[in-house]
């Protein structure tokens, strides 16, 4: 069978999966590292992503690729293709104030409703605000937006800045998905099209999708001239070609791309009934419905899902990293500090961690710090600050599961992922904190292999079912305290 090549562009580094488009299973992999920061020029993604297709092997032997990365991130292109300023990344708070100020302006419940969300700091419709109000000469020079995975899939392309790409600055081949277009805020997963008038809203400029009519060409000069929003693809969709020079000078076809969840969840088939909770840099909840969400409260986001279905999401910006954070407070690893964790009793003796440490988007405390409670001298054990820890996690991802299945996603198993699921003091903490049965697959980069699967979606025009293993199913031992006591304190520190 053909080969087909699946990319995670996420927060942290790069991924490629080489993957049989017959059976999924992977032939070889690569990697590369991303700096650190909550704004990062897209140049080093791109770097990245080179160096991790190189790490991979190379496409010579390729058919097909897509790429999934991290949503929300805003990059800001001139009329000559040239990235105005480094990237505001979803782990970017400034833009608080200006999510603030847009729900101030056009209300919670109409901007559920247009666009299937509450904007909060973390969404591009908020980072464009903020850049208007605060940038007004990069803001006046801005061509195109665009995210992160349909910024690199142009670039593989080959189109770019004039000197630095074979095909020049042509903003018109500008590719993004419904998944990660409905993550900006100015898309709309019912009326799956851009609302122009919010985008107009936030920025003050006007705007259209590529390759439509609008006022000019694009041009960022005149901020009369409409700003350019990549064309939104179909599942299933070939968006283009690899540059010849990018593939050995082997036809490689390019599928849509996705939103890194919704990559999640086509690399896991998740369907009716699944509640995926992913323990990465953020934690994420969400399941894939056939109907469009829509929660006022902005808890739950109502994106679209790279399938043609939906995806309500809720997100906390604190996961995997409050174990490694709290790991070198007790000076120990991660399997440290699981050992210690498992010889801790359920609800700590007390301790409760309310793990806000980067702020929080669920709730949304964006300037909010963690905080330790129940200290006393027979509770302040390394053992009961471990197991904590991982209490504090999952309960808050736990709110978050809650608020999903509250607009209506059904909710029969729990499949929990990303690299901390593979802790056993996690899982035997999940069967505990969750009252659904917990899953956990085997262990495997599902982002990049669900930009795998649309790969392989796109060269042959039919959605492949691949194959899901199991890793562990932890037992159900539903300790609903644990909620509670976290619930007692997190509440006061709303």
């Given at each position: 069978?053909?080969?087909?090549?699946?990319?995670?562009?996420?927060?942290?580094?790069?991924?490629?999966?080489?993957?049989?488009?017959?059976?999924g299973r992977t032939i070889r992999t690569g990697r590369a590292p991303h700096p650190h920061g909550t704004e990062v020029h897209p140049s080093f993604w791109w770097d990245a992503l080179l160096s991790a297709i190189s790490d991979a092997g190379g496409l010579a032997d390729v058919s097909a690729i897509s790429i999934a990365g991290q949503q929300h991130g805003m990059v800001l292109l001139d009329a000559d293709g040239v990235v105005i300023r480094d990237a505001l990344l979803w782990n970017d708070t400034r833009s608080a104030g200006s999510a603030d100020a847009l729900v101030a302006e056009l209300g919670a419940a109409g901007l559920a409703d247009r666009s299937g969300s509450v904007p909060l700091a973390s969404f591009t419709i908020t980072k464009l605000r903020w850049v208007r109000d605060n940038e007004p000469a990069n803001a006046a020079r801005v061509a195109a937006v665009a995210l992160?995975?349909?910024?690199?899939?142009?670039?593989?392309?080959?189109?770019?800045?004039?000197?630095?790409?074979?095909?020049?600055?042509?903003?018109?081949?500008?590719?993004?998905?419904?998944?990660?277009?409905?993550?900006?805020?100015?898309?709309?997963?019912?009326?799956?099209?851009?609302?122009?008038?919010?985008?107009?809203?936030?920025?003050?400029?006007?705007?259209?999708?590529?390759?439509?009519?609008?006022?000019?060409?694009?041009?960022?000069?005149?901020?009369?001239?409409?700003?350019?929003?990549?064309?939104?693809?179909?599942?299933?969709?070939?968006?283009?070609?690899?540059?010849?020079?990018?593939?050995?000078?082997?036809?490689?076809?390019?599928?849509?791309?996705?939103?890194?969840?919704?990559?999640?969840?086509?690399?896991?088939?998740?369907?009716?009934?699944?509640?995926?909770?992913?323990?990465?840099?953020?934690?994420?909840?969400?399941?894939?419905?056939?109907?469009?969400?829509?929660?006022?409260?902005?808890?739950?986001?109502?994106?679209?899902?790279?399938?043609?279905?939906?995806?309500?999401?809720?997100?906390?910006?604190?996961?995997?990293?409050?174990?490694?954070?709290?790991?070198?407070?007790?000076?120990?690893?991660?399997?440290?500090?699981?050992?210690?964790?498992?010889?801790?009793?359920?609800?700590?003796?007390?301790?409760?961690?309310?793990?806000?440490?980067?702020?929080?988007?669920?709730?949304?405390?964006?300037?909010?710090?963690?905080?330790?409670?129940?200290?006393?001298?027979?509770?302040?054990?390394?053992?009961?600050?471990?197991?904590?820890?991982?209490?504090?996690?999952?309960?808050?991802?736990?709110?978050?599961?809650?608020?999903?299945?509250?607009?209506?996603?059904?909710?029969?198993?729990?499949?929990?992922?990303?690299?901390?699921?593979?802790?056993?003091?996690?899982?035997?903490?999940?069967?505990?904190?969750?009252?659904?049965?917990?899953?956990?697959?085997?262990?495997?980069?599902?982002?990049?292999?669900?930009?795998?699967?649309?790969?392989?979606?796109?060269?042959?025009?039919?959605?492949?079912?691949?194959?899901?293993?199991?890793?562990?199913?932890?037992?159900?031992?539903?300790?609903?305290?644990?909620?509670?006591?976290?619930?007692?304190?997190?509440?006061?520190?709303?």
């Open positions: 069978m053909a080969l087909v090549a699946g990319v995670d562009s996420s927060t942290q580094s790069c991924k490629v999966l080489i993957v049989d488009s017959g059976t992160p995975h349909d910024w690199l899939s142009w670039r593989l392309r080959g189109y770019g800045p004039t000197g630095e790409s074979p095909l020049g600055p042509d903003l018109e081949q500008l590719a993004t998905d419904r998944s990660d277009a409905s993550g900006t805020g100015y898309w709309s997963p019912r009326g799956e099209a851009y609302d122009l008038d919010l985008f107009a809203a936030a920025f003050g400029r006007q705007a259209r999708e590529a390759g439509s009519p609008g006022l000019g060409a694009g041009a960022g000069g005149p901020a009369g001239r409409h700003v350019i929003l990549p064309r939104v693809a179909a599942p299933s969709d070939i968006i283009g070609t690899v540059h010849a020079g990018q593939a050995g000078g082997r036809k490689v076809v390019v599928g849509a791309g996705a939103g890194d969840n919704a990559a999640g969840a086509l690399g896991l088939g998740a369907t009716d009934g699944d509640m995926v909770i992913s323990l990465g840099t953020s934690g994420t909840v969400f399941a894939s419905t056939p109907a469009a969400a829509n929660d006022p409260s902005g808890t739950v986001a109502g994106f679209a899902d790279a399938g043609g279905r939906f995806l309500p999401i809720a997100v906390t910006l604190n996961a995997a990293r409050v174990l490694s954070s709290v790991a070198g407070l007790l000076g120990t690893t991660l399997d440290g500090l699981a050992e210690l964790a498992l010889a801790a009793q359920p609800g700590s003796g007390g301790v409760v961690l309310v793990p806000y440490f980067e702020g929080e988007r669920t709730p949304n405390l964006p300037l909010a710090t963690a905080s330790f409670h129940g200290l006393s001298i027979a509770s302040t054990t390394r053992e009961n600050i471990a197991r904590a820890a991982i209490e504090g996690m999952l309960c808050g991802l736990a709110d978050g599961l809650d608020a999903v299945a509250g607009t209506g996603a059904a909710v029969q198993r729990l499949l929990l992922i990303g690299g901390a699921a593979q802790s056993a003091a996690v899982q035997a903490v999940a069967g505990q904190v969750f009252s659904t049965p917990v899953t956990v697959p085997e262990p495997g980069e599902y982002v990049a292999r669900g930009a795998a699967v649309q790969a392989a979606w796109a060269l042959s025009g039919t959605r492949p079912g691949w194959d899901l293993g199991t890793f562990a199913a932890p037992v159900t031992d539903h300790r609903p305290e644990i909620r509670e006591q976290y619930g007692r304190v997190a509440v006061r520190c709303r």
